[in-house]
């Protein structure tokens, strides 16, 4: 019942996900409403309704969220999850309430100090992995260290990156040029059971080979944003130079396939869902403008997740990280 | 003699802004080397050179740089500034090295705490100014303040913005989602001397209309390198989308003009240098790719900033900031 586009393009995406995936879709919200939408679909036999009275609201307090339990779709897609009628849990919804719902609900996993959400970026090299995007503002070095452990997981389970490369985001190559939270974080990652390069800077984002980067959630989040607005911003401008003159609609017609095909590469709805990484289960949010192929997209990610095992294999990796963790 | 092309670029540029500026430009670095080139150039009249026989390197250490003093050509610079020799210094080299020059020869602006990189982005709206963009890694929320009131003071002289509207990067437009530094900044912001807006996010650099942002040099230059990633990302994938069939090429033939606008519109050449506010002279600096394009704008930035007399202007807004500046 979460995102923009709720409750239809949702259920568009999971007949798209229960066609092409081998896996029972469960959808949760209003009955009711569910099933109109259903019916018009022409639905296949692997999606089933679970009833939730309420939802949360984008704008909502996630104090609030937690408040109202599995009484909203969102706390009860958590409790499915929790109680083991599900393997997986999506939603398109408010993040900040499905964090705290997901965090609350679910616990960390043992020594997990943070869970962070992660963003998998097309970088030209292939998928790159961001994370924190957007769970913990302000972090400590501990945090960072577990961030890598646990998106080198993720990149190897879901993303396919057979030796995932962990690079430290900062604002040079160099040992040393980063701010009190990039000095305290490099030793620590240094010796983590990741394969750590170094610092990598902004441009390396989408252009350093670097498959997984760890940074604060602030950071992330201002990053994530803003290449989205970037790419945005150019599109933009692309369409406002092919139609700027005669001769230059002529040539974006005879371009409108690679074009095409360039926007689809860039798009944010290629990789579906941002994965919570650290938390008792498999859990992704989607952006608040995802629609049916953002969803199918989301869920194949977590149904890779799933067969990869990737909760446990974090448990693991979190557990075989020499240094005992602080208290959170 | 700073930069990957310096000198020739760089002497290029001064031909070009000498005969478009009414100014007198000053060379500074290897006076053989210099004037070779300017011969070469049919340079104009109004270019004298400044013997410098050292060079501050790229990877040099800024307290190396501080020690050899006006001996390097970047040294020189500053110190034609300080000695009211020169009213504007600009160097393509080391920024780190000229920013420990420019503060510890130049010294800061009374009640300035901290001088910042600005940098001016072709937002689609107008020139948007970010800072600071690198100076300042770890920040205090007097500084964040200081950096809009500088950045504003810019924004107005320079690139004409009659009232600036100024926005603190954070992570939700609503006040309280930030981190530490946002939320101890924003009382601040709210009452200084400036027009705050509020909190923007990374996607509003480029698309929001606002036209001065704030954060510390961490995300400010995580923010920088990353939106010049991106742009190159994007011309990239265009290329090779633009020569991937015949029909393709054949658009793109047509699209020519209208792609290199597009190109030159998003150039980092545009703005050319980066100044750095809030030290005693107007000082910018270069991309390190920096070429004769990028000196002559940095030259007419350079100018202008010097007629809106915006030292002394800066000056008087930081004096005007009703609040008794900690120090330093």
């Given amino acids: 019942m979460g995102g923009d586009r709720a409750p239809d393009e949702i259920v568009d995406g999971v007949c798209r996900a229960a066609r092409s995936l081998d896996c029972t879709m469960l959808l949760v ?15 296949p036999r692997n999606i089933d309704v679970v009833h939730a009275a309420e939802r949360v609201a984008m704008g909502e307090n ?14 009860k897609v958590i409790d499915l999850v929790r109680d083991g009628s599900a393997e997986a849990a999506f939603s398109a919804g408010n993040s900040g309430a499905f964090l705290a719902l997901a965090t609350i609900r679910l616990r960390p996993l043992p020594g997990v100090a943070r869970a962070a959400f992660a963003t998998a970026w097309p970088a030209r090299h292939g998928p790159m992995l961001l994370l924190d ?25 879901v993303l396919g990156v057979a030796d995932p490369k962990v690079g430290l985001l900062s604002i040079g190559e160099e ?18 059971p990741i394969r750590f390069i170094g610092n990598v800077e902004g441009g390396d984002l989408l252009l350093g080979g670097v498959d997984v980067v760890v940074c604060d959630g602030f950071v992330g989040n201002v990053a994530l944003k803003l290449a989205e607005g970037t790419g945005e911003y150019m599109f933009d401008a692309l369409r406002r130079a092919t ?9 974006a017609m005879f371009l409108r396939r690679s074009l095409r095909e360039l926007r689809a590469r860039m798009d944010y709805r290629e990789y579906g869902g941002a994965p919570l990484l650290g938390v008792r289960g498999v859990c ?12 199918e997209s ?31």
């Fill in 133 to 157: 995007a957007g769970a913990n503002v302000d972090c400590k070095p501990e945090w960072i260290e577990q961030f890598a452990i646990m998106g080198s997981a993720y990149s190897r389970a």
């Fill in 284 to 295: 992704l949010v989607g952006h608040g403008r995802t629609d049916a192929r953002a969803v």
């Fill in 175 to 192: 040992e040393g040029k980063g701010n009190a939270l990039v000095d305290a974080s490099t030793p620590l990652l240094a010796r983590a």
């Fill in 298 to 328: 989301a869920c194949a990610a977590a149904l890779r997740a799933v067969k990869q095992d990737l909760v446990a294999t974090i448990g693991r990796a979190i557990a075989s990280d020499p240094r005992p963790e602080a208290p959170a």
């Fill in 243 to 251: 139609t700027a003159s005669l001769g230059a609609r002529i040539g």
């Fill in 29 to 43: 919200g209003d009955e009711a409403a569910l099933r109109a939408i259903l019916s018009r679909h022409d639905a």
């Fill in 62 to 75: 996630p104090v609030a969220a937690v408040r109202r339990g599995a009484a909203t779709s969102m706390g």
